[in-house]
């Protein structure tokens, strides 16, 4: 069972898989850290994040370079973004990608593209949204967890950069597909979003489960 989740920044859709993940208790897979530890290794090692140096370090990521906390500064998320635009960097990272749900039973994935390009077989897809003073107000208090002290406005601002990249970049574009299941967070609780979440899956999985018996 592969699951897919895309949505834009700060919209909850790592909430969201992570509460597949767990509930369900199959391996999950936030794919922007991929990028933003491509962006944090090029810089580590080369000082500039360019593609030419990017290229350099993009087939040595593995999952342990995921876990650094620096990956979740705002700096290696704006990184991220632009290498993301890169289709030599895109298509290096979709065969780490594409292998992980065999290392288990299946997997969740979170990211822009998961449904659309990466797994666009993937039995459930998500599209997790939510209103950008939403999703701003979110990625500021994480921000200020952090230790970083930036205004709303350049957050919102950044964000809405961010989005339009991931939009209308010409490969792989953040795209709400016709299959999904659309999930907006921007006034649900904790508590009533697990529910929504772990329901939906349910009743797509036995779905599915009903069509393949037949």
């Known amino acids: 069972m592969i699951i897919a989740v895309d949505g834009p920044s700060a919209s909850g859709k790592g909430t969201v898989a992570k509460i597949i993940s767990e509930y369900f208790q199959i391996n999950y897979l936030d794919t922007g850290l991929l990028y933003r530890a491509l962006a944090f290794k090029t810089i580590k090692n080369y ?3 360019s593609l030419k140096n990017a290229l350099k370090v993009v087939n040595g990521l593995t999952e342990d ?13 704006e990184i991220a973004s632009k290498l993301a635009k890169e289709k030599q960097i895109r298509d290096a990272l979709l065969a780490f990608q594409r292998n992980f749900p065999n290392q288990s039973n299946g997997a969740v994935l ?56 991931d939009i209308n970049r010409a490969i792989a574009p953040l795209v709400c597909l016709t299959d999904a299941t659309v999930v907006d967070t921007s006034n649900i609780p904790f508590g009533s979003l697990k529910k929504e979440i772990i329901e939906i899956v349910e009743k797509k999985y036995k779905s599915l489960s009903l069509g393949s018996s037949e």
């Not at 370079?65 to 998320?77: A, E, H, I, T, Y």
């Not at 599209?127 to 003073?133: D, I, M, N, R």
């Open 47 to 49: 000082k500039t994040a």
């Open 110 to 165: 979170d990211g822009r593209d998961i449904g659309s390009i990466v797994f666009p077989e993937a039995q459930i897809k998500l599209f997790v949204t939510a209103k950008l003073s939403v999703r701003a107000l979110r990625r500021q208090k994480d921000m200020k967890r952090m230790g970083q002290n930036i205004s709303f406005k350049d957050v919102e601002a950044s964000l809405k950069a961010r989005d339009h990249r």
């Open 65 to 77: 370079d995921l876990s650094d906390p620096q990956l979740r500064l705002q700096k290696f998320g």
